[in-house]
């Protein structure tokens, strides 16, 4: 475990580079000594001190971000949607689970599926009458039906 210290202390010049001389190899060496002026603080530049401390923050732009599926065109006919809305063609409420076999046959994957419900659901195509449950709505049923 490191300790570290933090001294302070006061050094005559001689002493400080005779002690200097005698453990490093020093050759060449030029001293000059430079007076350290101590300045106090005035009540005068209190108020501006004060005031620099606690300058105004910068204000921050508000970010703007789109809405979830706001902008994109939704294919219904094609791809994943058209896995999903074939499974659930019937009107009856299923389980997300089971669309895997059309999508692994189809070769995609299935991590991305409760994204694509949650995006037909957003568009209107979809409901989830109860969690974990999904049925299509009237104008799901609607817009495969005049495919």
Known sequence: MTIKYKLGF????ETLFGILS???????????E????????????????????????????KQVRR????GHVLNLYAGCNAIIMTTFADGEPHVGKETFPGLKAAGY????????????????????????MWQLTPKGKE???SQ
């Not at 005698?22 to 000059?32: G, I, M, S």
């Not at 007076?35 to 105004?56: C, F, G, W």
């Not at 809405?67 to 706001?70: H, L, P, Q």
């Open 109 to 132: 994957g299935t991590n991305g599926l409760y994204g694509r419900l949650e995006r037909l659901r957003l568009h209107g195509y979809i409901t989830q009458p109860t969690p974990g």
């Open 10 to 13: 006061t050094i005559d010049s």
């Open 67 to 70: 809405k979830k599926g706001s």
């Open 22 to 32: 005698k453990f490093l190899p020093v050759q060449d060496l030029t001293v000059e």
């Open 34 to 61: 430079v007076p350290v002026i101590e300045r106090q603080l005035k009540r005068a530049d209190l108020p501006e001190l004060l005031h620099s401390l606690h300058k105004p923050k910068p204000v921050r732009v």
């Open 143 to 145: 817009a495969w039906d």
